[in-house]
């Protein structure tokens, strides 16, 4: 095999945050496979001619397989290519980096991994807040809120995830928050707890709000099905305002 493939993790969607090595080997590719979440204008950074090719997964939507996306990359690596792999957010945070790196490893097909602005990050900055605080929030955890088969993981950590002095961040967690948040309160985090809700990061169409773990549950639950991908935080942080 004498093709690479670079996975770039093109953080949560404005060009701006994503990296001078990523953007340098994205303007080297001949062909990127791209998530949806990582298209629009980063992809107006790749050559005329490389070949762009869609494999997004969304929740509720007809997706590409993993095992379609993993087959892809071999194939086009064997063609002697340099592939990019356009990852959203992180790619090493919930993105299937393994599956997709482990069958590479089979092929014996080189890579590297450039890492990038994650969602939790983004959200944070964009809130005018830190992820962390002495004395009062020194533990960031990062959980994802559905599980293969889009619900609600049954093995969460519950009394890690009831304490109130930590900062979590839930990933594709919106349609699974209000179980999620009735649970927490269950096993004693407060209904007041602050919660940021934030969506299409890094878009025209961004959407931040605090409030708490209770009103956001609620606010959710009634929302009908989602069509924009959000991260939520909470925790102690959560609530606070710039100056």
């Known amino acids: 095999m004498s093709g690479f493939v670079t996975f770039i993790s093109a ?9 001078l090595k990523g953007a340098a080997r994205l303007r080297e590719a001949d062909v990127v496979l791209y998530d949806d979440l990582a298209s629009g204008a980063i992809l107006d950074l790749a050559r005329n001619d490389a070949n762009l090719v869609a494999v997004g997964k969304r929740a509720g939507r007809p997706s590409t ?10 194939d086009y690596a064997a063609t002697g290519a340099r592939v990019v792999r356009l990852k959203s957010g992180d790619a090493g945070i919930f993105g299937r980096l393994e599956e997709e790196i482990e ?6 097909i080189s890579y590297e991994i450039i890492p990038g602005v994650t969602s939790a990050s983004a959200a944070a900055a964009q809130a005018g807040i830190p992820l ?7 533990r960031v955890q990062f959980i994802t809120g559905a599980d293969v088969t889009g619900e609600l993981p049954t093995d969460l950590n519950w009394a890690a995830l009831a304490d ?3 900062t979590t961040v839930v990933y594709m967690g919106r349609r699974t928050f209000p179980l999620l948040a009735a649970r927490l309160i269950e096993h004693g985090l407060a209904p007041t707890t602050p919660a940021l809700f934030a969506e299409s990061l890094g878009r025209p169409d961004e959407h931040v709000v605090r ?3 209770a009103e956001l549950a609620e606010q959710l639950g009634r929302g009908g099905a989602a069509t ?5 935080l909470f925790g102690p942080l959560a609530g606070d305002h710039p100056s």
């Open 211 to 213: 409030t708490t773990i």
């Open 132 to 138: 962390t605080r002495r004395h009062t929030s020194r």
């Open 103 to 108: 069958t590479l490893r089979e092929a014996r």
């Open 164 to 166: 109130a002095d930590a």
């Open 11 to 19: 953080g949560p969607g404005d060009p701006e945050l994503l990296t």
């Open 65 to 74: 397989k993993q095992q379609h996306v993993n087959r892809l990359l071999v």
């Open 228 to 232: 924009t991908a959000a991260i939520i």
